[in-house]
């Protein structure tokens, strides 16, 4: 067994699998088919590409093919029933649903299956019942146990530790594309698995665009830098915002640079469970709204990270629902001015039963590089 593939080394699996059969007996539901990767592999600790896996009262079934019949075995032991299937994977499925006693009332992930595989639903699985199901295992995965934790905790140093690397070679004459390369060659020096999304640099009036693409722009003197990105570590991700200038800053770049810091360290002060999503919004949008910026301020404040870099819950104008402890969010307040250049500040931040801890230890104060 692979301790990695489990989000640190104590085996949560059981508690998981006991938890969604829970939830699927409150939505009266007999089964459920997993085609989410990231859902197959925090069930049961399998990181291969390709699976789908068949929850029921009394089988958890996961089937994929050769390519993964060595690694299936050392990551998943005997927790779940493997199936190695040498053509489709959906073969196998019905090869085994009629065996599944009293099991008639299906869920799938209807977010996670293409439409030509809701078509085999339909057809070959025509004698169950197919129930449509959004974030059932993902709200579990909204809280975090403490392995969990630590591997987000770990990317979250790897994140920083390349973040540093890079910033002392960061240089006028640069390329963002060559900015992101030697960032990106950086996570995976100081132990990165991959990179969660595709690394964010932004120069001069282009980091007033929030998720713009690095560009064969050069970098000049006097230049805001936004840099977004993340590193991942046994599966668990960290996603970190820093804007930095390249040179003296001016007067109105400090400015705005501690109105969106000032913003940061408000909400990531007073969040908690038991607050809304959308509270915890307000903690940084009323202060950039207060302070006369609250239009250049356009997205949310934060979303989860776990085994996806967007993962419930949201941080956002309309989201109700409560937060809780073991949630891991982001907290990333921005003021994008076009034409100009825009700043964000991003931390990774865990909710606690009495507060908050900020997992990002980066410095938040604005840094001017020589």
């Not at 085609?35 to 925090?42: A, D, G, I, Q």
Request: hydrophobic letters at 45%.
């Amino acid at each position: 067994m692979n301790p990695a593939a489990l989000g640190g080394g104590l085996d949560r699996r059981p508690q998981r699998l006991a938890a969604l059969r829970e939830a699927l007996g409150r939505a009266d539901l007999d089964g459920l088919l997993v085609s989410s990767l990231p859902n197959v592999r925090y069930l049961t600790g399998f990181t291969g590409s390709n699976a789908l896996l068949l929850v029921t009262p009394l089988e958890l079934v996961l089937f994929t093919d050769f390519r993964y019949a060595a690694q299936v075995e050392d990551e998943v032991g005997g927790h779940a029933v493997v199936q190695i299937e040498p053509t489709s994977l959906w073969t196998g499925l019905w090869a085994r649903l009629p065996a599944a006693t009293g099991v008639e009332r299906i869920g799938f992930e209807s977010a996670h299956l293409l439409h030509r595989d809701f078509s085999r639903l339909l057809e070959q699985g025509a004698r169950w019942q197919w129930r449509p199901v959004v974030d059932c295992v993902e709200q579990l995965r909204e809280c975090k146990d403490e392995g969990e934790v630590a591997c987000i905790e770990r990317a979250v140093a790897i994140a920083e530790t390349a973040l540093v690397r890079t910033l002392e070679q960061l240089r006028p004459g640069m390329t963002e594309l060559a900015v992101a390369g030697l960032l990106e060659h950086q996570l995976r020096d100081a132990g990165s698995e991959g990179f969660p999304f595709e690394t964010i640099v932004a120069s001069g009036p282009r980091s007033a665009l929030p998720h713009a693409r690095a560009s064969e722009r050069v970098l000049g003197l006097g230049d805001f830098v936004l840099i977004d990105f993340g590193a991942v570590y046994a599966g668990y991700c960290a996603d970190i915002t820093r804007t930095v200038v390249l040179g003296p800053a001016s007067e109105r770049q400090r400015e705005i640079h501690d109105i969106v810091r000032e913003a940061n360290e408000r909400a990531s002060g007073a969040i908690r469970a038991g607050m809304q999503g959308m509270a915890a919004d307000a903690l940084a949008r009323e202060y950039i709204d207060a302070r006369g910026y609250g239009e250049a301020f356009g997205h949310s404040l934060g979303h989860g990270i776990g085994l996806e870099v967007h993962e419930g819950p949201r941080l956002s104008r309309s989201a109700e629902a409560p937060l809780a402890a073991g949630m891991v969010v982001t907290v990333e307040p921005g003021i994008y001015l076009p034409g100009w250049g825009g700043v964000r500040i991003e931390d990774d931040v865990l909710i606690t039963a009495d507060g908050a801890r900020v997992l990002t230890r980066l410095d938040r104060q604005l840094t001017e590089l020589s």
